[in-house]
């Protein structure tokens, strides 16, 4: 089994003070493998990463829901008001409310809100869970379906439905599943696998079916509202911004990042294998531009793939860069 | 050159998600290998887990400050006021103020504190910085040797005395140095030079000259107030607090962790390669237990060794371990 291969370096001084390594592969829309770095079969959770695998069915089923919806169902974002109050107002519009939600209260991710809310003495909710737009979508579907609320147990038919177009997109049957920390199952898949669906998205057209439309729809959801799918400072939304909505990247958690090219018609996963969000967000800005999308130059990949590390006081003490060899 | 070695395993359901490799080596007081794993030879930064090396010559040069002085300008500690207003007493002892401090302001890690600062729009002062102890300690010195303010130069005589005895306490002379967050020189050693560095604070005895004395005084001190040290909640004041006070440890930022064994002579130092906090703390628990001297079973043990993740809404989604073949 290929191990894991160098891909980020923090360094501090003259020395590299800390590495990363990982997976990744870069994926045609016939599934092929493109170019890989690391074990392709290694498998993984895709956690946050496969959101819009996980709204797939819901919107293949149907349901017309508008674009800044579609963005939040694959979104982790970042609790700021823009996400809290549109995820309020679509569980309003269900008839559902903030306890309906099954995903836990977190605190919001966003710095003003946050500190508003302890001053006020406000307690987070469950829509300031980065996750609530994603359960704001499967409780759209549960109702669809005519379903029960205990929409993240792993035989509820949301839960079946994501399962299955899950294997079918991956172009494998998920080994096995974890449970997520937003309570959702989270299908693990191997790199290679996530890597297939997301050259799948890449490569779906409006107009060819009710799969490839409502895979389409997902992308361009989150193409058209990079602010949605994270928030302000978060490379999600940096690095799509940098690529003027071209491409659509997704974060998960323990150092997940997937791409999704549809000019190239190109999937990208990887997985740093030590889970550091900071060296998924550097290799996934490698790999861009690699792949030419993403200006090197481009202050929002500077900040990813060449950051400065500062210190309390300022000053630079050292560098994220890509390792030798990867990229 | 030997690879890192796997350490610690964070699993997911019955996968393993991420997985952690290091270095780490136990040392006798002669400056031997007693045990091993990864590379022993491995240049790393410190981090702050050799504040006890760099509060060393002030001791030494017959400074005599209280225990709990002592004990903080080993720390990284909370920021929580037990030890923000003992920074501020002493400064005010030394006639100087938050203002000649130069490691830069921090938000405090306590959440109280932090909190109660938002609420009443206080922005955080340097000393409410972790190593706002290791600064005092810095000044102290300065005003000794009758040396400028600015302390954290590599030519000032409180760095030239922190080089010198660190060099001769690990053993060999520090490659390079690297700015560590609080802008001191953070001088590099190897995992060997670290631990053997330990040993020699493990084995100093009061009465035997001004280091070993300076050395077990420090010592002391950390065994004494493990409290002030780090602060609640956090590994090093729950480790040593579930030993009883007969091993002083100490961690440093990107995954470096040390421990000083008095009774037994003997000095641990360990690096995860990745910088993984969750996997230094556990690895430190992991040789604490095989060293016989933490408890498996303790629940400050259980909460970093063989730790339960929990997800938002509070169920067990999976666990911190011991990779196979570690400690």
């Not at 003259?14 to 045609?28: K, N, P, R, T």
């Not at 490569?203 to 959801?221: F, K």
């Not at 659509?248 to 990887?270: C, D, H, M, N, S």
């Amino acid at each position: 089994m290929p191990e894991p291969v160098p891909m980020i370096e923090v360094t501090r001084g003259d020395l590299v003070e800390s590495a990363h390594s990982g997976h990744a592969v870069i994926c045609d829309a016939s599934g092929e493998i493109v170019d890989a770095w690391g074990d392709p079969d290694a498998v993984i959770y895709p956690r946050s990463s496969c959101k819009m695998m996980q709204a797939l069915p819901m919107v293949e089923a149907g349901l017309d829901l508008p674009p800044e919806r579609l963005a939040l169902a694959c979104a982790s974002h970042q609790g700021a008001p823009m996400h809290v109050e549109r995820v309020a107002s679509w569980l309003s519009d269900l008839g559902l409310s903030d306890g309906d939600l099954l995903c836990g209260t977190e605190v919001s991710r966003d710095k003003e809100t946050r500190e508003a809310m302890i001053r006020a003495g406000e307690p987070p909710c469950q829509v300031h869970n980065n996750c609530s737009g994603k359960h704001a979508g499967f409780l759209t579907f549960a109702k669809h379906l005519g379903a029960g609320p205990d929409y993240v147990e792993l035989d509820h038919p949301v839960q079946r439905a994501v399962r299955a177009s899950f294997d079918e997109v991956t172009g494998m049957t998920s080994p096995t599943y974890g449970i997520d920390g937003c309570s959702a199952p989270n299908f693990a898949t191997s790199v290679h696998g996530l890597a297939r669906a997301m050259a799948a998205f890449a490569a779906a057209r409006e107009g060819a079916g009710a799969r490839q439309d409502a895979m389409a729809r997902l992308v361009s959801a989150m193409r058209a509202h990079p602010d949605l799918v994270a928030g302000e400072g978060r490379a999600c939304t940096g690095l799509m911004r940098a690529m003027e909505g071209r491409v659509a990247i997704k974060t998960g958690a323990e150092a997940v990042f997937v791409a999704i090219l549809p000019e190239q018609k190109l999937g990208v996963a990887l997985k740093i294998s030590d889970g550091a969000t900071r060296a998924s967000e550097a290799a996934i800005a490698a790999l861009l531009v690699r792949l030419g999308v993403l200006d090197p130059a481009h202050p929002e990949t500077l900040a990813r793939l060449d950051a400065k590390i500062r210190n309390r006081a300022g000053l630079e003490v050292g560098r994220i860069r890509k390792a030798e060899g990867f990229a």
